[in-house]
């Protein structure tokens, strides 16, 4: 195999519908959008198309579908997504989305804000958007901005900052898209409290421990034979840590 396909997940039939997309995403526990070189996941792309798409011919009817998916999918609650791994766009499993919260230390309701940025693990303009998102529910780019006085240039940098940051951290996902303007539709931002108080609940009762265990036993299923480094570097853990969870 290629060794850009190297780590996709050679699922028995292809992706064909929104069903179809939620039983893999559930099956696999957290997948790319799009497969990303360098970064060792499968992606929906690939169970939908079934080919390279690093091989041309670029934007196709695979990727308009699943980019329709990305939003529906959220706003359904039906799967998370958000960016994630290196920033990329990331599908977490319902099922795992309490051990991220748990390994990321996120399970925070929607009035931890102040919190979060006392403790200095978010930025004061991520503190207001996490606070507008609490404030307003569900919002699109440009109302968000607004509602968060990010509306200039500047704004706007220090915007997209802030929301790489809640969402690496799992605190924020994309919910869909609304057309705002004439230009492409804005994305849809909710707070993770919000959509998914179940799973913020579930995460209260696992360990940081428990937590990686759950996602190191996830990958090495579908991928026996990585090395406790190579979910080190995917996870960010510690070699300690990456050891001890490919272990239990």
Known sequence: MKQSLSLEVRWPRRVVTPADAVRFIDAVGYCLLFPIKNLP?????YAVARRDIHLGPGWDKYCEKIWEWKG????????????????????ISLKLLPHFLAMLDSAADATQAEAFYRAGKISADARAIWDGLAAHGPLATLELRHACRMDSKPGNARFKRAMAKLQCLLLVFYSGAEQETAAWPSGRFELTAHAFPRQIRDARRVTPEQARAALAHQYLEWHPDAPPQ???????WSKAEALAACNV
Do not use: I, M, V, W
């Not at 529906?72 to 599908?91: H, V």
């Not at 190579?230 to 960010?236: D, Q």
């Open 41 to 45: 996941l499968p992606s929906l792309y």
């Open 72 to 91: 529906s999918l959220g706003g359904q609650r039906r799967a998370f997504y958000t960016k994630y791994f290196k920033g990329r766009g990331t599908f």
């Open 230 to 236: 190579l979910l080190a570097r995917l996870f960010g």
